[in-house]
């Protein structure tokens, strides 16, 4: 159970961070605005997951020892890069529309 549990974190958290990070490229290098609405919502998403992913292997971090503790410290990592992302996409939203109003 802990293996599929480790397997859909994996990825579930890959696809989040591989679709914000590709659409939020197309958006702001390139002013592709494909799927906006989607990725906002799954900026939320990777957010939530992310936190959820942090504190689920968070007590193992504490506590665990061996194998458990490095694979919990990898876990984490994702859990960090995914909020991360999320993030990400909302600052580079708020910094495109605070420019927009210093342009005009």
Not at 72 to 80: N, V, Y
Request: glycine share 8%; proline share 0%; hydrophobic share 50%.
């Amino acid at each position: 159970m802990e293996l599929v549990r480790n397997s859909l974190e994996i990825i579930i958290g890959l696809t989040l961070t591989g679709f914000i990070t590709k659409n939020s490229i197309q958006d702001f290098f390139f002013n592709q605005r494909n799927h906006r609405w989607l990725t906002w919502t799954l900026s939320s998403v990777a957010i939530a997951f992310g936190i959820y992913v942090c504190l689920s292997n968070s007590i193992i971090l504490q506590f665990g020892t061996g194998v458990d503790l490095m694979i919990s410290q990898w876990f984490f990592i994702l859990g960090a890069v995914t909020i991360f992302t999320g993030f990400s996409y909302y600052i580079g939203n708020i910094y495109r529309f605070f420019k927009m109003q210093i342009i005009r």
